[in-house]
C-alpha cells in the first residue's frame, strides 16, 4: 500500500509535524497583530535613564584616555617625555604585592 502527502514539505513524519506547527504559529502570530504585518512592528525599547548616563560616562570616559594618549604620544615624539621613577617602581610593587595576596 501507498500512501502520498501532498501537503507535506519534510522528508519524514517529524518534519511535517513542524512544518505544520510553523504554519500554525505564523497564524497566530498575524492575527494577534491584526495582519501579515512583522510581529516585532509595534515593540519598543526603554531605555533608563541610568543607562543614559552609565554610556555618557563610558564615553566621556574613552575621549579622556584618547586626549591623555595623544599627549603622550606628541610628548614622546617631541623628546619631551620623562619618566616618572618613583610612580613606575611603586606600580611594580604594589602589583607584586597583589598578585602575591591572591588565593
Given at each position: ?18 512544518t505544520?506547527?510553523?504554519q ?6 498575524q ?12 515593540d ?10 552609565m ?7 574613552a ?8 599627549k ?5 615624539h ?5 619618566v616618572?621613577?618613583?610612580a613606575?617602581?611603586?606600580a611594580?610593587?604594589?602589583e ?8
Amino acid at each position: 500500500m501507498k500512501i502520498a502527502h501532498t501537503g507535506l514539505t519534510g522528508s519524514s513524519p517529524a518534519e511535517a509535524g513542524k512544518t505544520q506547527e510553523t504554519q500554525r504559529l505564523n497564524r497566530t502570530s498575524q492575527s494577534r497583530t491584526g495582519s501579515g504585518r512583522e510581529a516585532g512592528a509595534h515593540d519598543r525599547v526603554e531605555v533608563s535613564s541610568l543607562a543614559g548616563l552609565m554610556a555618557h560616562t563610558l564615553t566621556s570616559s574613552a575621549v579622556a584616555h584618547s586626549t591623555r594618549v595623544a599627549k603622550l604620544n606628541n610628548q614622546y615624539h617631541g623628546g619631551t617625555y620623562q619618566v616618572n621613577s618613583m610612580a613606575v617602581s611603586r606600580a611594580l610593587v604594589d602589583e607584586s604585592l597583589a598578585v602575591g595576596k591572591t588565593p
